[in-house]
């Protein structure tokens, strides 16, 4: 199996940055082949929506409410992968999830709160 854990959640006022990782642990071939890792998040009362992701050609696609202001980043040697979040504003409230992807199987973190205040 495949165990992916997030870091970095925080209340921030509006403007700031945060950077958000998810570090992916457990079976090596299963996390050699996630060929698809990035990040979604969850507002009290809405659907889980994409916020940043590497696609399986290791393109990154961002949500329109987001691209210019976030950046994901991957390494993969640490099995990370990062989400810089600058200019934060009170509507990018949510937990974050970390999601990682194979051909057969999908992982999802636990989530981390960001809080961004007005």
């Known amino acids: 199996q495949v165990q992916l854990v997030e870091s970095g959640g925080d209340s921030v006022q509006a403007g700031g940055s945060l950077n958000l990782s998810c570090v992916a642990s457990?079976?090596?071939?299963?996390?050699?082949?996630?060929?698809?890792m990035g990040w979604y998040r969850q507002a009290p009362g809405k659907q889980r929506e994409l916020v940043a992701i590497?696609?399986?050609?290791?393109?990154?696609n961002y949500a329109d409410s987001v691209r210019g202001r976030f950046t994901i980043s991957r390494d993969y040697a640490k099995n990370t992968v990062y989400l810089q979040m600058n200019s934060l504003k009170p509507e990018d409230t949510a937990v974050y999830y970390c999601?990682?992807?194979?051909?057969?199987?999908?992982?999802w973190g636990q989530g981390t709160q960001v809080t961004v205040s007005s």
């Open positions: 999601k990682g992807g194979t051909r057969l199987e999908d992982y």
């Open positions: 457990g079976n090596f071939f299963r996390i050699k082949a996630m060929n698809v």
């Open positions: 590497f696609n399986s050609g290791g393109v990154a």
